[in-house]
């Protein structure tokens, strides 16, 4: 008995160690806002934008991650465990950015599209301010039609 308990106090051990790891094996997809081209990682299942972008310590000015829903609605993130400062863009299905909203890290602030969109493209802070990119910009690429 007391080895299968050590076997299943090191398994949640090993099971919370893993969960607090960033996810970085995700298919990419490239988007462009006007000239500008990001390189977004895309979180599709529940778990996949569950985890997001927790845990991660650094990401490059060019990189980000696309969250898409399966069907339009009211989105709203938090960051809880995010360690980077983060700019989340609710963006409809034809590429239109309804609206940005700035993130703090480590906190459980409600950030929500401000209409129903499937998609949300989160960046490091101020990505969007430095290019001039508001609501109203059109991003283009795969996942917009």
């Known amino acids: 008995m007391r080895h299968l ?3 299943l106090a090191l398994t949640a051990t090993l099971g919370s160690s893993f969960a607090q790891e960033p996810q970085t094996d995700l ?23 569950e985890i997001g972008l927790m845990y991660r ?3 490059p000015q060019h990189e980000g991650m696309l969250f898409a829903f399966e069907q339009p609605g009211v989105q709203c993130f938090w960051m ?3 360690i980077l400062p983060l700019t989340a863009a609710f963006i409809a299905d034809d590429g239109e950015i309804v609206n ?9 602030d409600s950030h929500c599209s401000t209409r129903p969109v499937r998609f949300v ?9 430095k290019r001039g990119i508001r609501a109203g ?7 917009f039609h």
């Open 100 to 108: 940005l909203a700035d993130m703090k890290p480590q906190t459980i």
């Open 57 to 59: 310590k650094q990401m």
């Open 5 to 7: 308990l050590l076997g």
């Open 80 to 82: 809880k465990n995010t």
């Open 121 to 129: 493209l989160e960046m490091n802070q101020g990505w969007f301010t």
């Open 27 to 49: 298919p990419h997809v490239r988007l462009s806002a006007g000239m500008h081209q990001i390189d977004a990682q895309v979180a599709q299942s529940p778990d996949q934008r």
């Open 137 to 143: 910009t059109k991003l283009t690429g795969e996942p």
